[in-house]
């Protein structure tokens, strides 16, 4: 059964560094594109990063570019996204998600997400 569970979020001041993860199981994760996406309280759902299978090549949302950073260990199964130059706007659940490159990029297995929060 597919499962992605994220960790690595919690409190930070502003500025500060923080490493999110996703531990994927239950399919072949060399073979699919994935994302990371967020959902601020009482906003909609964001688009955050984007990875290839094999990691090649990154996309990343207006929002957080130069900032985050994507990246993938296929050996291990998991993702990651860098965070930097933390601000009060990152704060939201942020969800791992396969991607279907062939279906312009959605979504088929989301994660339980995990609770960034980023105050002073």
């Known amino acids: 059964q597919v499962q992605l569970v994220e960790s690595g979020g919690g409190l930070a001041q502003p500025g500060g560094s923080l490493r999110l993860s996703c531990a994927a199981s239950?399919?072949?994760?060399?073979?699919?594109?994935m994302s990371w996406a967020r959902q601020a309280p009482g906003k909609g759902l964001e688009w955050v990063s984007g990875?290839?299978?094999?990691?090649?090549?990154?996309y990343y949302a207006d929002s957080v570019k130069g900032r985050f950073t994507i990246s993938r260990d296929n050996a291990k199964n998991t993702l990651y996204l860098q965070m930097n130059s933390r601000e009060p706007e990152d704060t939201a659940l942020y969800y791992c998600?396969?991607?279907?490159?062939?279906?312009?990029?959605?979504?088929?297995?989301w994660g339980p997400g995990t609770q960034v929060t980023v105050s002073s």
């Open positions: 998600a396969r991607t279907v490159v062939a279906d312009e990029y959605g979504y088929d297995y």
């Open positions: 990875i290839y299978s094999d990691g090649s090549d990154t």
């Open positions: 239950g399919f072949t994760f060399s073979s699919y594109a």
